[in-house]
Nanobody
C-alpha cells in the first residue's frame, strides 16, 4: 500500500520561509518522479514543482520560480519543497504526488498525499 505523508506546513508572515517534506512508502521511490501541487480555497489544484527520479529534470511553475526549490533524497524516500519569500497568494494546501514522468499536469500522477496547509499573512 502506497503511503505519502506531507509535513512542514504552517502559518508564516509574508517574506517568511517554510520547508515541506513528503515521506513515501509502498513504492519504488527512486524510480518515480515527484511533484508538488497546491490548492487554494475555491480554486483548482495547480502545479508547483516537479523533479525526476535522478534530480536532473526539475520544473517550476512561473509563479514560484526563483522562490521555491524542490529536492529529493532517494535514500530516505523523501521529497522536499523549500518555500522562500512567501506571499499571501501562496496560501493553499500543498500536496505531494508520485508519477512516472516529471510533468506539470495532475493527470500524470498516480499517488497523492493528504496535503499540508500553508498560510501566509500580510
Amino acid at each position: 500500500q502506497v503511503r505519502m505523508v506531507e509535513s512542514g506546513g504552517g502559518s508564516v508572515q509574508a517574506g517568511g520561509s517554510l520547508r515541506l517534506s513528503c515521506a513515501v512508502s509502498g513504492l519504488t521511490f527512486g524510480t518515480n518522479a515527484m511533484g508538488w501541487f497546491r490548492q487554494a480555497p475555491g480554486k483548482e489544484r495547480e502545479f508547483v514543482a516537479t523533479i525526476g527520479w535522478s534530480s536532473i529534470a526539475i520544473y517550476y511553475a512561473d509563479s514560484v520560480k526563483g522562490r521555491f526549490t524542490i529536492s529529493r533524497d532517494n535514500a530516505k524516500n523523501t521529497v522536499f519543497l523549500e518555500l522562500n519569500s512567501l506571499k499571501p497568494d501562496d496560501t493553499a494546501v500543498y500536496y505531494c504526488a508520485a508519477g512516472f514522468l516529471p510533468i506539470t499536469t495532475k493527470a500524470g500522477y498516480k499517488y497523492w498525499g493528504q496535503g499540508t496547509q500553508v498560510t501566509v499573512s500580510s
